[in-house]
């Protein structure tokens, strides 16, 4: 199946820091990445989509200068949170949409998540 | 892009058979039906998606009724490693960007 790494894993950082985390798709193109925040014990939470060569859109809700994304390329988006604040501590999860049109009813039409992200911030 | 409503948390014991319906009244013509598991502090894992029927992988087996308004999630056979949070998403492959929402989940805690 499609895989979907993220980098790092884990960050701990100070607050006003900013903090750049990375999605990558390793074997498979992806115009479109999706960027999801999750507190403990709750769901995750849709913040943004992330499409290549173009602005993100973000959600209702979600600062666009402070949770900063970019798309360079088809493998690659980064989610960089600025000035991190304390309130910002969540697990970070991004996602990518395998790109085959294969139909109404293909089974390729879901989301690969990444690993996630825990970030803390002091 | 259609609310879903499952239970919001189920109990079950080895070797047995689990089954989480899922409720989405409002489901569109378009819109199909994925089921995630997540596992604390990771991302979510596909386990099944249809339109409509039934769908068997190795995993597990997704029933849906002719009026497609909710779907049942079926994992045989459970084992302690099945615990996990189990999301029914429903999405359309016209909406754009096909985003997904993600409700509540179903929190399975399977004992020995």
């Known amino acids: 199946g499609a895989v979907v790494s993220q980098h790092p894993s884990r960050v701990i950082c100070k607050s006003g820091t900013s903090v750049k985390i990375e999605c990558r798709s390793l074997d498979f193109q992806a115009t479109t990445m999706f960027w999801y925040r999750q507190f403990p014990k709750k769901s995750l939470m849709l913040m943004a989509t992330?499409?290549?060569?173009?602005?993100?859109?973000?959600e209702q809700g979600v600062e666009k200068d402070k949770f900063l994304i970019n798309h360079a390329s088809l493998t690659l988006s980064t989610l960089t949170v600025t000035s991190a604040h304390p309130e910002d501590s969540s697990f970070y999860i991004c996602?990518?949409?395998?790109?085959?049109?294969?139909?109404?009813?293909?089974?390729?039409?879901?989301?690969?998540f990444g690993p996630g992200t825990r970030l803390t911030v002091l | 892009l259609a609310k879903t409503t499952q239970p919001i948390s189920m109990d079950s014991y080895e070797g047995q058979e689990v089954n989480i319906t899922c409720s989405h009244n409002n489901i569109a013509t378009n819109d199909y039906i994925t089921w995630y598991q997540q596992f604390p502090s990771q991302g979510p894992r596909f386990i099944i998606q249809g339109y409509k029927t039934k769908v068997t992988n190795e995993v597990a087996s997704l029933f849906i009724p002719a009026d497609r308004k909710s779907s049942t999630l079926s994992l045989p056979r459970v084992s302690l490693s099945d615990t996990a949070v189990y999301y029914c998403l429903v999405a359309s492959v016209k909406a754009a960007g096909n985003k997904l929402t993600f409700g509540g989940g179903t929190r399975v805690l399977v004992k020995p």
């Open positions: 996602s990518a949409r395998v790109n085959l049109d294969r139909g109404l009813f293909s089974p390729y039409n879901e989301q690969f």
């Open positions: 992330s499409n290549e060569g173009s602005k993100a859109t973000y």
